[in-house]
């Protein structure tokens, strides 16, 4: 069962990614893991990565796509994998066409988390993160026991600048532009499944699961 997470930042799909994976017994992929583990391990793809990295740069789409395809020809994706946050823009969504094509592969389902612009500037607005240990809360959802301090090592919580309203809008902006087309893209390909993500985080993983235990069974 090989999976592709669409959704706006701040819908939630890489902590479906994560319980579809814990369930179905499936790696779960990103992206930034895929960079971590090259540029540690040394690879020539990672030394690639980090040298446009380090200049503030985004790593070429070629680059990408490779250390992926090489990710997912590892043992663990036998039976299948969860890619969260890859392909971002129609580009990179054909490139990994072509190459699983090759491999005589292909996606079986892209699912879209979908939340209005409004809920998501809402939600990430009520975050709140310990700078000290990394705990991250949620005002409204996942409250500290004493407003603004921290549970685990009792420092004071803050609104992070990726979570402020303004810069929300800009990343949405963003995802609208070079993200959101994937949906028609996979819709076309025949392999969508839209979830309303806007909905208690157990409801929306059974309506993930009703969808896949669908297409497990084709």
Do not use: W
Request: glycine residues 10%.
């Amino acid at each position: 069962m090989k999976i592709i997470m669409l959704g706006a930042p701040g819908a939630g799909k890489g902590t479906q990614a994560k319980k579809i994976a814990q369930k179905y017994g499936i790696p779960h992929i990103s992206t930034g893991d895929i960079f971590r583990a090259n540029i540690k391990g040394g690879t020539e793809l990672g030394k690639k990565a980090k040298s446009y990295m380090d200049q503030g740069m985004l790593v070429p789409d070629a680059v990408t796509i490779e250390m992926l395809l090489n990710r997912i020809q590892e043992a663990d994706c036998r039976d299948g994998y969860v890619l969260d946050g890859f392909p971002r823009t129609i580009p990179q969504a054909e490139s990994l066409t072509e190459a699983l094509n090759a491999m005589g592969d292909a996606i079986d389902y892209a699912i879209d988390v979908a939340v209005p612009d409004e809920a998501i500037i809402t939600r990430m607005a009520g975050r709140r993160a310990c700078l000290g240990c990394g705990a991250t809360y949620h005002i409204q959802y996942n409250p500290p026991k004493q407003e603004g301090v921290c549970d685990v090592c009792g420092q004071e919580l803050v609104l992070r600048d990726d979570d402020k309203a303004e810069t929300v809008k800009k990343r949405l902006d963003v995802y609208h532009q070079q993200t959101q087309p994937l949906i028609d893209y996979y819709k076309k390909a025949g392999v969508l499944a839209a979830v309303d993500g806007t909905r208690d985080l157990e409801e929306v993983f059974q309506e993930i699961t009703a969808v896949l235990g669908d297409a497990s069974c084709q």
